[in-house]
């Protein structure tokens, strides 16, 4: 079955850390990858996409995130995080249909001061 | 100017009752999703229109049941609800570009309080 997994559930770094976030997902073929942010009580938003071309993606807000096709993984990373990622992220792909878009459990991130 | 918009934001009904959440999306897209999200913050697919038509209809209680007027609006109608259907649901649209979709927008989210 096509699947997204996310290693980490709950995340807990200072200002100024380096922050990683797993993601692997489990598609044969074409595979849209995503990772998309939801602040305290707001709606998803986008934080980047990778289609295909450079597995190295850049987002907003300083994210990046790297393709590893070997690996299946599509992990997010920042190098120093501040207060204000405070959030939940979400890795997802959509299916090899294209009429669904598949979550992972999601990782509750929350910087300290 | 809102690209994808749901009605209401919050909504606390009292169980057996019958209501409807509302989503209209302006960004001519051809894909329209109902997304709910339980208290561990899982975001799970309920249904999926393409083209006014029901593509994907995951193992939900035939309660609920999606309604897509036109390619614009997924409207979700929800009968004799119960104390589970507690959730913040998601309207969402794509565009479906041929090798699979483009990004998905969400709306702000419907917060369901069933008491």
């Known amino acids: 079955a096509q699947s997204v997994s996310q290693h980490n559930h709950h995340v807990i770094l200072s200002e100024a850390a380096s922050l990683e976030l797993g993601c692997n997902y489990s598609?044969?073929?074409?595979?849209?990858l995503f990772w998309y942010v939801q602040y305290p009580g707001q709606h998803l938003q986008l934080l980047l996409k990778?289609?295909?071309?450079?597995?190295l993606v850049k987002g907003i807000k300083g994210f990046e995130a790297e393709f590893i096709k070997s690996k299946f993984s599509f992990n997010l990373r920042k190098p120093s995080v501040q207060w204000s990622d405070t959030a939940e992220y979400f890795c997802a792909a959509f299916s090899n249909s294209g009429y669904a878009l598949n979550f992972g459990k999601g990782t509750s991130l929350l910087v300290t001061p | 100017d809102t690209a994808v918009s749901q009605t209401p934001k919050y909504l606390v009904t009292q169980m057996g009752n019958d209501k409807s959440i509302k989503c209209e999306q302006n960004l001519g897209h051809d894909t329209m999703y109902w997304y709910k999200q339980d208290s561990k913050k899982f975001l799970k697919i309920m249904f999926s229109?393409?083209?006014?038509?029901?593509?994907i209809n995951e193992t939900v209680p035939n309660r609920f049941s999606p309604k897509s007027p036109d390619k614009a609006h997924l409207n979700l109608h929800i009968n004799s609800l119960e104390l589970g259907d507690s959730a913040v649901y998601f309207c969402?649209?794509?565009?479906?570009?041929?090798?699979?979709?483009?990004?998905?927008?969400f709306g702000q989210g419907t917060r369901l309080t069933v008491v």
């Open positions: 598609y044969g073929g074409t595979v849209n």
């Open positions: 229109y393409n083209n006014k038509e029901l593509i």
């Open positions: 990778y289609f295909s071309g450079d597995p």
């Open positions: 969402a649209s794509s565009q479906d570009r041929g090798q699979g979709a483009t990004e998905a927008f």
